[in-house]
């Protein structure tokens, strides 16, 4: 059994992340376990860049916390804006001994009322609970999922990107591994 450490204790990130492996790694068996870690960004990351490198340093983090696994899984979601319009979307990072392999998920937009907000410093799924009168959604459909009345939630976001992630490890011939770059 293969393990894998997801840099989160919510359950969509967990449950996305082994999704993704169970269904690239059919043949596996894998044990994926929540973790808490830093990562060093705003709480609501407002920038792409931002969004990334808190993806990084959140499975970074885990790696450096729990060194007895096979895969460590950093994921991060965060807002963009043009200064008019405003998106949301959220960056996988999946690292192993050799590997690192990224995918950032899609972005949906966000109504004017949660651009306001957010640009006053409130945390996307704060405005989102408020707004529709929910509790943590973070941990269950998301602002996504509020959004599109649970067509697509936070999970859906999450599972094709975490798959997309996976591509360095189901096709090792095709990348380098650290270090031979």
């Known amino acids: 059994m293969k393990k894998v450490i997801v840099a989160s204790k919510n359950p969509v990130k967990i449950n996305a992340t082994k999704k ?3 269904s690239v790694f059919p043949k596996e068996n894998f044990e994926v376990v929540g973790m808490e870690v830093p990562s060093f960004v705003s709480d609501q990351p407002m920038s792409d860049e931002e ?12 790696k450096l916390a729990k ?12 807002i963009e804006t ?15 001994e050799k590997r690192f392999g ?7 937009p966000l109504p004017p009322y949660v651009a306001k907000a957010v640009n006053a410093g409130q945390e996307l799924g704060h405005v989102n609970d408020a ?6 959604s973070k941990q269950g459909g998301g602002a996504v999922g509020s959004l599109t009345n649970n067509v697509v939630t936070r999970m859906d976001l999450y599972v094709q990107p975490l798959i997309l992630a996976l591509i360095p490890f189901v096709q090792e ?3 380098e591994d650290f270090g031979e770059q």
Do not use: P, Y
Not at 67 to 78: L, N, Q, S
């Open 173 to 175: 011939n095709l990348f």
């Open 102 to 108: 990224q995918a950032r998920s899609c972005t949906f």
């Open 67 to 78: 060194k007895d696994a096979d895969f460590w899984v950093g994921i991060e979601g965060g």
């Open 82 to 96: 043009d200064g008019v319009d405003m998106d949301a979307f959220g960056w996988m990072i999946i690292l192993s």
């Open 51 to 62: 969004t990334l490198e808190g993806a990084i340093n959140r499975a970074e983090n885990a």
């Open 131 to 136: 707004f529709f009168k929910m509790h943590n």
């Open 20 to 22: 993704a492996f169970e």
